[in-house]
């Protein structure tokens, strides 16, 4: 089984801006999620044979709350979208200074913002990492960016890269995956711990 959970909340003050690889810590509120889920999974003697998070601290601090007796793998493969120049500025920004640029990342997956990664390139990153993840045998905690989330799911349900963003993982919100059968089956997406 793998649980894949998207990190905690971040600070207000982000709210409606492109966070992508910048390093932003939880917030209480964040911390507080990451301790519902540590006791959820105590409470329902859930045991990680392995934990694997990105290695930005949102996820770190997620994960170690979360998993404190398992050896956690931070891997920069399981970061979230390079946003390049895009990154820190709030959408709505981006949409009036370059509504040409925003379209065509909407629509065409190879489109590269400047300095930051293409769908394509993100989804090359992501995907060698996840295949080696569902081949460990055991039970899994990933946790990571909601870019990273949808990549993976996509990724099971062979969805083409424009269908991204049609899913919006929460904060700290829980997808559960049965790995073992056959097709893959998602079995929960965006649960919480109460």
């Avoid at 649980?3 to 971040?10: A, C, E, I, V």
């Avoid at 200074?97 to 190879?110: I, L, M, Q, S, V």
């Avoid at 097709?183 to 929960?188: A, D, E, F, Q, Y």
């Amino acid at each position: 089984m793998i649980y894949l959970l998207r990190h905690g909340k971040l600070p207000d003050f982000y709210n409606g801006q492109f966070i992508g690889q910048t390093d932003i810590p939880l917030d209480p509120q964040g911390i507080e999620q990451a301790k519902n889920w540590a006791a959820f999974f105590s409470k329902q003697n859930i045991k990680f044979d392995f934990a694997f998070s990105s290695d930005l601290s949102r996820c770190k601090k997620t994960a170690e709350i979360i998993a404190p007796y398992t050896k956690i793998n931070f891997w920069p493969a399981l970061r979230e979208i390079a946003l390049g120049e895009w990154d820190g500025k709030e959408r709505r920004e981006i949409i009036s200074t370059h509504p040409a640029e925003w379209e065509k990342r909407g629509k065409d997956p190879a489109y590269t913002p400047p300095g930051g990664e293409s769908l394509v390139s993100f989804y090359s990153r992501v995907t060698p990492a996840i295949d080696e993840i569902f081949d460990a045998k055991g039970t899994k905690l990933i946790v990571t960016h909601a870019g990273v989330i949808r990549c993976i799911i996509c990724r099971i349900m062979d969805s083409p890269l424009t269908r991204l963003f049609s899913l919006e993982p929460q904060y700290a919100g829980l997808t559960t995956i049965d790995e073992n059968k056959n097709p893959v089956l998602i079995k929960g997406f965006n649960t919480k711990p109460y």
